[in-house]
């Protein structure tokens, strides 16, 4: 067991399913992670495994055929994974977000019928709030969705969306879009749809459009996407939660879980960036001893594992916080923006321990060195965290 990013407190079931994980990802995501990345192919044996963990229904209530465990849970989960390979932790991030919305947010009926189906991965989730001309400025949302008028209570939506994750393997899409509420301020306007698609590339359904992958200098393997609509029709019973208007805030709430997931992925790169570092740096020998007997080096790894533990202290503070109900943007957005700054200095102390060789490919650290900026800007970019952490903060210490 590694003395790094160990988590007090657990009960004796998260330790199992942890360690259950821990074990998968070792023999079978690490072992053909590099193949798999390089080729840009979806990891679809490895997605079956997960699958029958039991990992797409960890959160879902055992009620609707899950495991009924916690975002702590969770997190920890995506941290292993991500210590494998990033691009896996996506394949269910996003997944876990719409559950999540559906959960706390769906009428009784989408609840029974999408959740059972999503715990076994039979319906895969993606989230989608992004567009060409827009990402975290959601408020300014062009894709519109109107009453179709001939007396249905059907919507006709037209518009484009990006940077869907899993975009194409996904068959559930979370799609935040404009509608006429009448209010004055335009994030009042906004309604999630919950729109079944069939999974793949091209017109997936009538006006509905997956152009295809969009290349990527990381996070290979997982699709990413656009989504363009034009006259797709859905019905008034696909608003998430009968609840048109409210589609910000049931977002807002999924982004909040989304930034624990993206701060537990930095956590796990930095801490399978500092494994090889570590490793490397006692084979490596200069001037007659190994590299981790030099003190520049030794400082290297003092820091780079220090700011591992003090990611994963926050990311599971933000966790424990959401679990118990109580509001968590800021600590969500703090431990995102420390893990994610973290990650990336960590892959890159590590990429300077490798020398040479960790600009090759045939080393792992080069993968890690492509994933690490991914988490800078998902979830929202940095700056963005430090707005909300700010707004959070003045919130707070109002001055009297």
């Known amino acids: 067991m590694a003395r790094l990013a160990q988590t007090a407190g657990l009960t004796d079931v998260q330790q199992e399913i942890l360690a259950t994980v821990r074990d998968f990802v070792d023999k079978e995501i690490i072992p ?10 979806y990891p679809a044996d490895i997605v079956d495994g997960m699958k029958e963990m ?16 916690s975002l702590l849970t969770y997190a920890l989960v995506v941290e292993q ?19 999540h919305m559906v959960r706390q947010h769906g009428t009784a009926a989408q609840k029974q019928s999408l959740l059972p189906r999503m715990a076994t991965g039979e319906v895969r989730g993606s989230f989608s709030m992004s567009e060409p001309d827009l990402g975290s400025d959601v408020a300014a949302i062009k894709t519109r969705a109107k009453k179709a008028g001939d007396g249905s209570d059907d919507y006709v939506i037209d518009g484009a969306k990006m940077w869907l994750t899993n975009g194409g393997s996904s068959n559930l899409i979370a799609l935040l879009v404009k509608t006429d509420e009448g209010a004055e301020k335009a994030h009042q306007n906004l309604t999630a ?20 992958k969009i290349d990527k200098m990381g996070y290979k393997g997982v699709d990413t996407t656009e989504a363009v609509f034009a006259g797709y029709r859905v019905g008034a019973d696909k608003i998430l939660g009968d609840a048109p208007g409210r589609g910000f805030a049931q977002m807002m709430d999924g982004v909040e879980v989304g930034r624990v997931n993206v701060a537990a992925r930095a956590c796990g790169i930095a801490i399978r960036a500092f494994e090889l570092a570590v490793d490397y740096a006692q084979q490596r020998s200069t001037f007659g001893k190994p590299i981790a007997q030099h003190q520049a080096i030794a400082f ?10 003090a990611a994963h202290l926050m990311m599971v503070n933000a966790a424990r916080l959401k679990d118990s ?10 431990a995102k923006l420390i893990a994610s700054e973290y990650c990336a200095e960590v892959t890159q102390e590590s990429f300077r321990i490798h020398g040479g060789y960790g600009y090759s490919k045939e080393y792992e650290i080069e ?12 979830e929202g970019t ?6 909300i952490i700010s707004r959070g903060l003045l919130r707070e210490y109002r001055s009297r």
């Not at 053909?32 to 192919?41: C, G, S, V």
């Not at 039991?54 to 465990?69: A, R, S, V």
């Open 54 to 69: 039991g990992l797409f229904g960890l959160t879902i209530p055992e009620e609707y055929g899950g495991l009924g465990e």
């Open 81 to 99: 994974i991500a210590r494998g390979w990033m691009s896996v932790s996506g394949v269910i991030n996003t997944h876990f977000i719409v559950a």
């Open 382 to 387: 940095s700056e963005i965290q430090k707005t």
């Open 300 to 309: 290297k790894l003092a820091e780079m594992a220090t700011k591992v533990e």
């Open 193 to 212: 749809f919950l729109v079944e698609k069939p999974a793949g590339f091209g017109e997936v359904a009538p006006g509905l459009t997956i152009p295809g």
């Open 367 to 378: 993968r890690l060195m492509r994933e690490a900026p991914f988490l800078l800007i998902g």
């Open 325 to 334: 109900g109580e509001r968590n943007d800021v600590e969500a957005g703090m």
């Open 32 to 41: 053909h992670a590099q193949a798999l990345e390089h080729a840009d192919t």
